[in-house]
C-alpha cells in the first residue's frame, strides 16, 4: 500500500545489499506477499533467545517458536490455533507454531482490509528450545545512520502446515517468480531506483547517502 | 507471629512470569517440559506439584469498564498461587499430619512426612495441591517457610517488578486492598472486586491469606466463584447419614411390624 501522504516511498538514505543471493521484494503493494508483519520479544527470552532458550525453566513457559495471527486471517489461510503456519518472504521461509488471538486484528486502510501477522524473534537453531528464526524473513535494508535493520515492518505470505524444507534465497534463489513485466522496467521492488544502478561500494553496500557524497 | 500472606493485585499485573521462574529457582522445582498450549501467552496452564506460582492468560470478547479497546476484549493476567486458606480443605483432609499450620498462619508440606495418600488433592477446592509423578508426594506453596525464617520475603513477591504481589501482615494487606478497590471504583474501573479476601467474601473457605483484587467475575480468572471446603460438609454430610440411617431402621421396624401384623 503506497504512502498517501507522499510520493518517495522508501527512504532514500537507506543501506541496501543489492546481490543475487539476497533478493527483495516489493517494499508495498506486492500481491505475492499480502499479509504485513512485525517481530517483537516476548519476556520469556532476552534477545534473539541464544541465551535463555538454554533454561527449561523459560523454555516451559515459551516452548516453541509461534506467529500470531487474527481469527479472521486464520479463516482466511484455514490456520488452526495450534497448529503449524509456513511464513515467507522472497529471502526466506520458516516454520511456526499458530496462535490465533483477538490481540491482533485486521486493519481498514483506505478502503483495504490488511491482515497483520505477529513474529516473535526467539528462536534459532541451538538451545534446548530450537525453532526457525524470524530474520530468515527479514530483508536486507538498514538505517542510514547505524545500519540497524529494518526488521519491524515488512509482508509475508502465510500458508498453513509445516514447510517441506529450510529454503532460502542464499541457497536457492529468490523464492519467487518476478512480477510480471517487474524486469523489464516495470515498477521496481523499491523507488529511487537510481541508488541501485550506482557501482557496489567495497562490501557491495549502497545508499543514497554515498550517491550524494560521490555527485558532491 | 501475626499471619502472613499475599495480596494479588492482578490490575498491576504485566503478565511478565518472573514470579513463576523465581518460584521455581528458589524452591529447585523441575520445569514440566514444552507444550505449546495455544492458549494466549500462557503454556503452563494451570498450578501443579511442580508450578508453584502460575501466570494465567485470559482473553475474553468482553469490554470492561475503565478499559478502551477498538473491540470488546480483555486481556487479563492474574498470578495464581496456592490460597493458605483459613480453613484449609488439604489440612483437614492429611491423614499424617504432613499437612501442618505454620505460625506465619501458612499451610505447610512436610515433604519427610507426606506419605502420598492424595486425600489433600481432591479436598482442595481450587486444585492447587498435586503429586509429583516421579516421587509420589504431594507437593504445593510453602509461602517460602524458608525464606520467611530468615525474615526475606517470599521469592515471588521480591520478584515482582510491579508488586502485584505483595507480602505482608493479613491485616496490613486488607487494608492495601481495599483502599486499592476504592482507587479503581473511583476510576471507573466497576467490575474490580476482592476474591476471598474475609470470611464474608468467602465462607466455604474462611477467607484466604492469599488473596487477589480481579478485574472481572472470578470465572473470567478459571476461580471457582464459591469455592467451599469439602471437609465443611462433614457435619451436614455425618447428620444427613444419621438421618438416613434413623429412616432405615425405622423401615425395618414398620417392615416388622407390618409383617407381624399379617
Redesign the interface.
Known amino acids: 500500500m503506497k504512502n498517501p501522504l507522499y510520493g518517495q516511498q522508501c527512504n532514500p538514505a537507506r543501506l541496501e545489499w543489492i546481490r543475487r543471493d539476497n533478493p527483495y521484494h516489493k517494499a508495498w503493494g506486492d500481491p505475492r506477499y499480502p499479509f504485513i508483519a512485525t517481530t517483537y520479544r516476548v519476556t520469556e527470552h532476552h534477545t534473539a533467545g541464544g541465551m535463555s532458550r538454554w533454561l527449561p525453566w523459560l523454555n516451559e513457559l515459551q516452548p516453541e517458536m509461534f506467529v500470531e495471527v487474527s481469527p479472521e486471517l486464520a479463516g482466511l489461510r484455514g490456520l488452526e490455533n495450534g497448529g503449524w503456519a509456513t511464513v515467507s518472504t522472497i529471502r526466506g521461509e520458516i516454520e511456526a507454531r499458530v496462535l490465533v488471538t483477538e490481540r491482533l486484528h485486521p486493519l481498514v486502510v483506505q478502503g483495504q482490509v490488511l491482515h497483520q501477522v505477529g513474529i516473535p524473534y526467539h528462536w534459532s537453531y541451538v538451545g534446548r528450545s530450537t525453532g526457525d528464526a524470524a530474520n530468515e524473513l527479514t530483508a536486507f535494508v538498514a538505517d542510514p545512520n547505524v545500519s540497524i535493520e529494518e526488521s519491524k515492518a515488512f509482508s509475508v505470505q502465510v500458508v498453513a502446515g509445516r514447510r517441506a524444507s529450510r529454503r532460502r534465497a542464499a541457497a536457492v534463489g529468490p523464492l519467487a517468480e518476478p512480477e510480471p513485466g517487474q524486469e523489464q522496467g516495470g515498477e521496481p521492488s523499491r523507488d529511487l531506483p537510481q541508488v541501485q544502478a550506482k557501482k557496489p561500494a567495497p562490501h557491495g553496500e549502497r545508499s543514497g547517502r554515498q550517491q550524494q557524497t560521490e555527485e558532491a | 507471629m501475626e499471619p502472613h500472606g499475599f495480596f494479588t493485585d492482578t490490575s498491576v499485573c504485566i ?4 514470579c ?2 523465581a518460584c ?2 528458589w524452591n529447585q522445582l ?9 492458549r ?2 500462557d ?2 496452564l494451570h498450578l501443579e506439584s511442580t508450578t508453584w506460582r502460575h501466570v494465567a492468560f485470559l ?1 475474553h ?1 468482553r469490554q470492561l469498564s475503565g478499559q478502551t479497546t ?2 470488546p ?1 480483555s ?1 487479563l493476567f492474574l498470578s495464581d498461587v496456592c490460597k493458605h486458606c483459613n480453613r484449609a480443605g488439604c489440612l483437614e483432609a492429611c491423614p499424617t499430619g504432613a499437612l501442618v499450620r505454620t505460625e506465619f498462619a501458612s499451610v505447610y508440606l512436610q515433604p519427610d512426612v507426606c506419605n502420598g495418600c492424595g486425600y489433600c488433592v481432591v479436598a482442595c477446592p481450587f486444585g492447587v495441591i498435586n503429586r509429583r509423578e516421579d516421587d509420589g508426594r504431594a507437593w504445593k506453596c510453602t509461602l517460602c517457610y524458608d525464606r520467611q525464617k530468615v525474615g526475606l520475603e517470599p521469592a515471588c513477591a521480591k520478584t515482582c517488578p510491579t508488586d502485584s504481589i505483595f507480602f505482608g501482615p493479613v491485616e496490613e494487606l486488607k487494608v492495601r486492598a481495599q483502599a486499592r478497590l476504592l482507587e479503581l471504583h473511583r476510576k471507573g474501573v466497576h467490575e474490580a472486586r476482592l476474591y476471598g479476601m474475609t470470611e464474608l467474601d468467602q465462607p466455604g473457605t474462611e477467607g484466604l491469606n492469599a488473596f487477589f483484587l480481579l478485574l472481572d467475575r472470578p470465572e473470567a480468572y478459571n476461580l471457582p466463584p464459591e469455592p467451599r471446603v469439602p471437609t465443611k460438609e462433614a457435619g451436614r454430610a455425618w447428620g444427613m447419614m444419621g438421618l438416613a440411617a434413623l429412616g432405615m431402621v425405622a423401615a425395618a421396624i414398620a417392615a416388622v411390624r407390618a409383617g407381624g401384623e399379617e
Open positions: 503478565g511478565c512470569k518472573a513463576e521462574v521455581k529457582q523441575p520445569a514440566d517440559g514444552a507444550y505449546f498450549s495455544g494466549s501467552y503454556n503452563t482473553e470478547s477498538a473491540r476484549f486481556w
